[in-house]
Structure formats: C-alpha cells, structure tokens
Nanobody
Framework: QVQLVESGGGLVQAGGSLRLSCAASGRILRINTMGWLRQAPGKQRELVAAVASWGTMDYADSVKGRFTISRDNAKDTVYLQMSSLKPKDTAVYYC?????????????WGQGTQVTVSS
C-alpha cells in the first residue's frame, strides 16, 4: 500500500510564501514523475508543476517564476515552494506520483491541502 501525505498548506496574505511537502511511503521500488495539481472551487484540476525522476521540470505558465518544485529522492518527497502568492492561487493542492511497486506502475494522490491567499 502506497500513501502520499501532504503538509504545509494554510492561509497567507497576497505576496507571501508557503512551502508544500509530500512524502511517499509504502511499497515503493521507483518513483517516476512527482508533481502538484490544484483545484479551485468550480474549476477543473490543473497541473501546477511536475518533476521527473531524471530532473526535468514542468510548470504551468501561471506560476512560472513564482513557484519552484524540487524532490528529495532519498526521502521520496516532493516540495513546492510558492512565492509571490496571489489570490488566484487559492485552491486545494494535490500531490501526485507515478510509482512502480515492483509489479506495476500506478498513479497515486495525496489527500489535498488547502492554500488560501487573501488580498
């Protein structure tokens, strides 16, 4: 059983910063891509940032230059450093990972963490 546990969400004023963390645990042989998606009320879930196991990173245009994704392979953990936050960044942020458990590769999701940016 694989689990993704997120932490670091909260309430922050516009212009502030937050750091999200997501740790994977369980039967893990290899983690391919890890990333963050978000879903605002009434909107579809959208990709925020992702990082492949070999280091390639991808960002949504709306967060480029403000958010930084990183991962610690030794800890099976991915981070999202968010700076210059805007009210439109308010959403539930979900961690995602593609994990190979020795038999198959599957997609896993965290429980979601709320990020609220006040104006």
């Amino acid at each position: 059983q694989v689990q993704l546990v997120e932490s670091g969400g909260g309430l922050v004023q516009a212009g502030g910063s937050l750091r999200l963390s997501c740790a994977a645990s369980g039967r893990i042989l290899r983690i391919n891509t890890m990333g963050w998606l978000r879903q605002a009320p009434g909107k579809q879930r959208e990709l925020v940032a992702a990082v492949a196991s070999w280091g390639t990173m991808d960002y949504a245009d709306s967060v480029k230059g403000r958010f930084t994704i990183s991962r610690d392979n030794a800890k099976d953990t991915v981070y999202l450093q968010m700076s210059s936050l805007k009210p439109k960044d308010t959403a539930v942020y979900y961690c995602h990972a593609q994990i190979f458990d020795g038999l198959e590769t599957d997609h896993y999701w965290g429980q979601g963490t709320q990020v609220t940016v006040s104006s």
